[in-house]
């Protein structure tokens, strides 16, 4: 027992001596620690303090970049508006200068007038119609005037079917040799009204003894009507210009389907004759039945 005594007792100042020498390596441990916190923070302050600059000067440059980004898009944008100004003041220039250029060659109204008069009166000539003087416009109405008698007063419906026809052409002629706001389209319905195919409903419309006097019923003055709307048609073609054309007829003379075969794009008979399809308002009757 006195042998493990005096062992415990050797070991107990062994572990005393130990607990003293620990204390004094945590003491310094740390003192080293807190002088290593010193030198550290005495190197690395700089280093931050440099690093915040850094970042709340990039912070600073980003906003100014957004800010220059934001003045050279609205900078453009002047630009753009600037050219879409410049030209559209040439534009407008140049349409002011067309439009003093109209002003002063405008034609007066007794111009107008007088050479739609002249285009009727080659068109009656042309058709052969008797006698095609005191050929004008009416200065109220505008109306085509026939040897001196208004459109409305004549008592030939045959004449006045012709007249008719000559007065729409007579604009398209003119849209051939003025510039002009018109539509250079023209579609007719019932080319033969009145011109020796009148039928009973339309009698009392027009005086039998006028359209026996003006000859209307004569087969070349429908062929001329034809003839005269082909050829303004090829005017047209020669001056590159465009015009449609439209006429519906029921009942188109033999003698004259032959020369104008080329220019039907549709034919119809209600009684389908040689194998023709059936037109529209037969085709709905036949549909009643």
């Known amino acids: 027992m006195r042998d493990v005594e005096n062992f415990v007792n050797e070991h107990r ?28 923070k005495d190197i690395l302050s700089p280093y931050i303090s440099e690093r915040d600059t ?50 002063s060659e405008a034609p007066s109204l007794v111009k107008i007038t007088s050479s739609m008069a002249d285009n009727l009166q080659d068109y009656l000539s042309y058709v052969n119609i008797k006698d095609p003087s005191g050929i004008s416009l009416s200065e ?18 045959g004449l006045r079917t012709i007249t008719c026809i000559g007065y729409l052409c007579s604009f398209l002629r003119e849209f051939l040799i ?8 023209l579609m007719i319905d019932t080319v033969g009204k009145y011109l020796g195919k009148t039928q009973d409903k339309y009698q009392e419309e027009t005086s039998e003894k006028d359209d026996l006097s003006e000859s ?29 054309i439209i006429l519906v007829d029921n009942d188109v003379p033999q003698g004259i389907i032959d020369e104008v075969s080329g220019f039907i794009v549709a034919h119809f008979s209600s009684e389908r004759r040689n194998g023709l399809p059936v037109g529209f308002i037969d085709d709905a009757d036949l549909y009643e039945q």
């Open 140 to 157: 109220k109405k505008f109306f085509p005037v026939v040897r001196g008698i208004e459109y409305q007063n004549i008592t030939s419906g």
């Open 216 to 244: 209307v019923s004569d087969p070349s003055k429908y062929q001329n009507i034809f003839e005269y709307i082909i050829n303004l048609s090829e005017q047209f073609e020669l001056k590159q210009k465009t015009c449609q």
């Open 54 to 103: 850094f970042v709340s000067k990039l912070a600073s440059l980003e906003q100014r970049r957004i800010e220059l980004v934001s003045r050279l898009r609205i900078r453009n944008q002047h630009r753009l508006l600037d050219k879409n100004r410049e030209t559209l003041e040439i534009e407008i220039s140049s349409l002011q200068e067309k439009l003093n250029k109209l002003k």
């Open 178 to 185: 003025t510039e002009m706001n018109y539509p250079p389209f």
């Open 13 to 40: 100042k062994a572990w005393e001596l130990e607990s003293v020498r620990l204390k004094e390596l945590v003491s310094h441990k740390n003192k080293a620690r807190e002088a290593f916190d010193l030198q550290t």
